[in-house]
């Protein structure tokens, strides 16, 4: 079983909708939560990091984390075609050698105009 | 602002030759990290450098080397290519102690083994 479990979609939702992106994990070790958007042959590029469990909101991306239930989630409100990317949530556990990272395998979204 | 660079963006190999790809941390950030994401794959960790030195390893081959220099450049160094070493590879940067919450990421090399 992979640390970091994400539904590799794809996803297609028209312009204006809410989009919900979700990953699960298994080790309660993980502090860290972070999202990343990856469009076609770039980089990741980091979106919004949390520590606690809770919403952290940012424009129109809001990052939620339930550490009870091993579950964190990424809304995006007004989606728009530019955020048709492929999105990746990431994980963190502190080790002595620095903090270790897990990807989701990513989501595949597409905004239609 | 000045991003992580990598260079090259593309590189085409055959199988059994060797590749060397670079990466350039943003200023002042002493960490660097290489990742190897085939295709439909999330990026899976090889290495770490802190201060030049290895601090972490992940699943990178034997075949595998990388070293970070004095001017913290890094290269990873791939020999004996196979075909499924085809994939991105992306190098991210962090400044020591900020890595928890993410670092910035390359563009990428695209590594094709042929």
């Known amino acids: 079983q992979k640390e970091v479990e994400q539904d590799p979609g794809p996803l297609s939702v028209p312009e204006g909708a809410i989009v919900s992106l979700n990953c699960t994990y298994s080790?309660?070790?993980?502090?860290?939560f972070m999202w990343y958007r990856q469009y076609s042959r770039k980089g990741p590029e980091l979106l919004m990091y949390?520590?606690?469990?809770g919403n952290k909101e940012d424009g129109r991306f809001t990052a939620q984390v339930d550490k009870s239930s091993k579950y964190i989630s990424l809304f995006i409100r007004d989606s728009q075609p530019s955020d048709s990317a492929t999105y990746l949530c990431?994980?963190?556990?502190?080790?002595?050698?620095?903090?270790?990272?897990?990807f989701g395998t990513g989501t595949s979204l597409t905004v239609i105009p | 602002a000045a991003g992580v660079i990598q260079s090259p963006r593309h590189l085409i190999k055959e199988k059994r030759e060797t590749a060397t790809l670079k990466c350039y941390p943003i200023?002042?950030?002493?960490?660097v990290y290489w990742y190897q994401q085939g295709p439909g794959q999330d990026p899976q960790f090889l290495i770490s450098?802190?201060?030049?030195?290895?601090?972490d390893k992940g699943s990178i081959p034997d075949r595998f080397s990388a070293q970070q220099f004095s001017d913290y450049h890094s290269e990873l160094n791939m020999s004996s290519l196979e075909l499924g070493d085809s994939a991105l590879y992306f190098c991210?940067?962090?400044?020591?102690?900020?890595?928890?919450?993410?670092?910035?990421f390359g563009s990428g090399t695209r590594l094709t083994v042929v």
């Open positions: 991210a940067s962090s400044p020591r102690g900020s890595g928890r919450f993410g670092y910035t």
């Open positions: 080790n309660s070790a993980f502090q860290y």
């Open positions: 949390t520590y606690s469990s």
């Open positions: 990431a994980m963190s556990v502190p080790r002595n050698t620095g903090n270790q990272f897990y």
């Open positions: 200023p002042r950030h002493d960490t």
């Open positions: 450098f802190y201060e030049k030195m290895q601090s």
